[in-house]
C-alpha cells in the first residue's frame, strides 16, 4: 500500500526492531546485549541488504526460548507456529517445550495456535485457495533443494553443502546428515539433571539457532544473521568470552562469515571462498563446540548466570568479566 522505498524501509525497521527486542530480553546485562549486536551488525547488514526477513527469523527462535523461561507457553508457541507458517525455520523452537514448566499447556496451546494459523488466512482466500498454496510451497521448496544442491549454487552453505564441495559429489544425499544432526542434538536433551542450569538451557538455544542454518540446503549469505546470534550469543555467554580462542572465532565470524562472500573481497577469492562454502565453516565450527560441551559438561558445577528467576521475571543480567 506505501511506495517501495517507504515500505522497505519500514521493512527493515521492522527487522531491526525485532532482532533488538530479542536480544534486549536476554538475561544479560546491558553490556554484554551491547556487544551481542554489535557483533552481529555484518550479519544483520548483509540480510537486509537482500530484503529479507531472517532478523525476524531469528528474533522469533530467541523469544520464544525466553517467553518458555517466562511461563508463558502461550506466547512461546505462537511465536514458533505463526514463524514457523512463513517459514520453516522457526519449528525448531519445538524444541524448547522440555524446558516448559506446564508441558501440557505447551502441546494444547501449540496445537490451538496450528488451526487458527491455518483458518485465518482462508477467511480471506477460501480453504481451497489456501491449501493448493501450502501444497504450491511445498513443491516448490522440493524443487528449490533440488537446484541448491549443486557445487556452484550460492546456497546449500551447510554440513552437507561442505562436504559436497570437498568431496565434489553433488549427489551425495542430506539425510544421514540430517538425521546424524537431529541425533547429536538430542543427545543432550536426555541430560535432565543439566536443565536445572540456566546456562545449559541458553546453550541449547544457540543450539538451535545455529543448527536450523547449518543443515538446511537454503542456508545463502543472508540467512546467516540466524546462526551468527547463535554464535555470538554463546560466545558472550562465556565467563572470559574474549579469550584468544573466542577472539579466534570471532574474527573468523566477522571476516569468513560475514565479510567473505561481500565486495571487501576481490571476486577471485569470493569464488574460491563460494566453492567450498567456506561462509558457514565457522559457524559449524561453534556449533560442534556448543555440543561436545552440552553432552560432556557439567553446567551445575559451574556459577550459575543471573538471568530469569523461578517466578519468570527478569532479574540482574549476566556479569562477564573482559
Given at each position: ?68 523461561k517466562k511461563e508463558k507457553d502461550h ?84 554440513v552437507m553443502g561442505v562436504v559436497r ?92 562469515t560475514g565479510l567473505g562472500p561481500s ?60
Open positions: 500500500m506505501l511506495p517501495e522505498v517507504v515500505g522497505f524501509f519500514f521493512w527493515e525497521v521492522f527487522n531491526a526492531a525485532a532482532f533488538l527486542l530479542a536480544v534486549h530480553l536476554l538475561p544479560f546485562n546491558n553490556r554484554i546485549k551491547t556487544a551481542i549486536l554489535l557483533l552481529c551488525v555484518v550479519e544483520f547488514a548483509n540480510s537486509v541488504h537482500y530484503m529479507q526477513f531472517n532478523p525476524v527469523i531469528a528474533a522469533l527462535i530467541i523469544l520464544s526460548f525466553i517467553m518458555v506466547w512461546a508457541t505462537l511465536l514458533t507456529i505463526f514463524g514457523a507458517f512463513m517459514k520453516v525455520y522457526p519449528i525448531a523452537g519445538l524444541a524448547f517445550f522440555v524446558f516448559s514448566k506446564h508441558k501440557g499447556k505447551f502441546i494444547g496451546w501449540g496445537l490451538f495456535w496450528i488451526v487458527v494459523c491455518l483458518c485465518l488466512p482462508a477467511l480471506i482466500s477460501g480453504p481451497g485457495f489456501l491449501l493448493q498454496s501450502y501444497r504450491d510451497w511445498f513443491d516448490a521448496l522440493s524443487a528449490k533443494n533440488l537446484l541448491n544442491e549443486s557445487l556452484t549454487s550460492g546456497q546449500d552453505w551447510c564441495r570437498l568431496t565434489q559429489n553433488a549427489a551425495l544425499p542430506n539425510w544421514p546428515f540430517l538425521l546424524g544432526g537431529a541425533v547429536v542434538f538430542g543427545l543432550p536433551l536426555l541430560r535432565f539433571e543439566q536443565y536445572r542450569s540456566l546456562k545449559f538451557q541458553l546453550q541449547v538455544m544457540c543450539s538451535v539457532l545455529l543448527m536450523v542454518v547449518i543443515f538446511s540446503t537454503g542456508s545463502e549469505h543472508p540467512t546467516f544473521i540466524i546462526a551468527t546470534a547463535g554464535a555470538v550469543i554463546y560466545i558472550m555467554m562465556q565467563p572470559r568470552p574474549f579469550t584468544s580462542f573466542n577472539i579466534v572465532f570471532l574474527i573468523l565470524l566477522i571476516v569468513i565486495d571487501a573481497f576481490p571476486h577471485f577469492m569470493r569464488d574460491w571462498m563460494q566453492s567450498l562454502a567456506m561462509k558457514a565453516w565457522p559457524c559449524i565450527a561453534i556449533w560442534c563446540k556448543i555440543t561436545y560441551e552440552l553432552l560432556f559438561k557439567d553446567f551445575n558445577t559451574e556459577q550459575e548466570p543471573l538471568g530469569i528467576d523461578s517466578t519468570g521475571e527478569d532479574t540482574p543480567g549476566l556479569t562477564v568479566a573482559v
